[in-house]
């Protein structure tokens, strides 16, 4: 009797604890810290962009699980790699709790010669939404194992917790696309930012109105200077980039740059990072800033902090941006909370 007494205590206890867990309300950012989901599970959208949406924020992002391996033909650069599962979405209202609507855009596990197969490489989703067509667009990095194929890929839903279509892929205005972003201005007009030319150089390329794919037009810019991982934002009318150099995994000193037009001039601004580790992007690497819909003029650096032996052990860094007269800075926090007190 005194046993099963203790084992219904026990069980109690447990699926307790369990919902405790669960039910943990974060209520500040902790860069590099595990960051769990409103189910308690470590959050699962690397490499990611988010949508503002209905008063709803929609993070999608690259799911990062199971055992890292190095292909052979990576060896030499060391490209690890884990099975891709696809891509993930989880939603929010303010940006600290995350609830988790599954996966919207899953890897295809039988057709190896699928651009989607589970052993190639799929990175960097960002999503759109398109006014005219009331359609979410994705954009994608979408590769061979080996990184030979550098293709740009596309795919749409009409919900923004999915499922996506996925529609195709292909080299933007027929040059190399990895490392990729989007970006969607003020006019509703949207623009691909990809590493070119073997990465060395960034083209942006303008897209139709309805963002299914390259309209054309687009330009080279920063010209032999490797930078991979862009985000781009919008602020007081200036375009911002923030990008990485080109070391596959391991971090380095991040970039940046303002133009006035997308179109250029683009000026180099330098490494934006302030802090411990700051020359190395506090051991991490850009992948979007977000603008907070609520605070206009705040700005969220969005990035991830690698481990390119334990892919899916890899966190991430959302940090605050701060504006200067030049330009502005990532500096680091331990911890931090929104709202900001105003810069510029
Ligand atoms: C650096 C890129 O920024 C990542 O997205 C990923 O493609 C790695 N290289 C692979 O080594």
Redesign the pocket.
């Known amino acids: 009797m005194k046993a099963i007494r203790r084992l219904i205590v026990l069980l109690i206890g447990t699926w307790l604890l369990g919902h405790v867990a669960a039910a943990t309300n974060h209520v500040e950012f902790k860069p590099g810290q595990i960051w769990t989901d409103t189910d308690g599970v470590p959050i699962n959208a690397h ?1 990611g962009g988010t949508l503002f949406h209905n008063q709803m924020y929609y993070w999608y992002g690259e799911i990062k699980t199971g055992k890292t391996w190095t292909p052979e033909c ?1 060896r030499s ?4 790699r884990v099975e891709s599962v696809g891509i993930s979405c989880y939603s929010s209202k303010d940006l600290l709790n995350w609830k988790n609507e599954g996966t919207v855009l899953p890897a295809v596990q039988d057709n190896p010669q699928h651009e989607l197969h589970k052993r190639k ?1 799929l ?2 989703p960002k999503v759109l939404f398109n006014q005219t067509t009331r359609k979410f667009v994705m954009w994608m ?1 979408v ?1 061979s194992e080996d ?1 030979q194929l550098a293709h740009a890929g596309v795919a749409i839903s009409d919900s923004p917790i999915g499922p996506f279509r996925y529609v195709g892929s292909s080299r933007p205005d027929g040059a190399m696309s ?2 990729m972003t989007v970006f969607q201005d003020d006019d509703g007009k949207a623009y691909l930012f990809s ?1 070119s030319e073997s990465n060395a150089t960034m083209h942006i390329s303008l897209l139709t109105d309805d963002y299914l794919q390259p309209a054309g037009k687009f330009i080279r810019v920063f010209e032999k200077r490797f930078m ?2 862009p985000a781009v934002f919008k602020h007081q009318g200036r375009y911002y980039l923030m990008a ?1 150099d ?4 391991q971090p380095n000193a991040a970039r940046s740059a303002v133009a006035d037009s997308i179109w250029g001039p683009w000026q180099e601004l330098g490494n934006p990072c302030r802090g411990p580790e700051a020359a190395i992007t506090f051991r991490g ?1 850009s992948a979007y800033i977000l603008p907070v819909a609520e605070q206009p003029g705040t700005f969220i650096f969005v990035g ?1 902090r ?1 481990n ?1 032996f334990d892919l899916a052990d890899s966190r991430y860094l959302w940090l605050p941006l701060r504006f200067t007269a030049q330009g502005f800075e990532v500096p680091w926090h331990d911890t931090w909370r929104l709202p900001l007190a105003a810069t510029r």
């Not at 650069?77 to 690890?80: A, K, Q």
């Open positions: 490499g990576n650069w060391g490209g690890t490489v990175e960097r990095h590769d990184y990895r490392d590493s991979e991982a990485s080109c070391t596959g995994w690497q991830d690698w390119q």
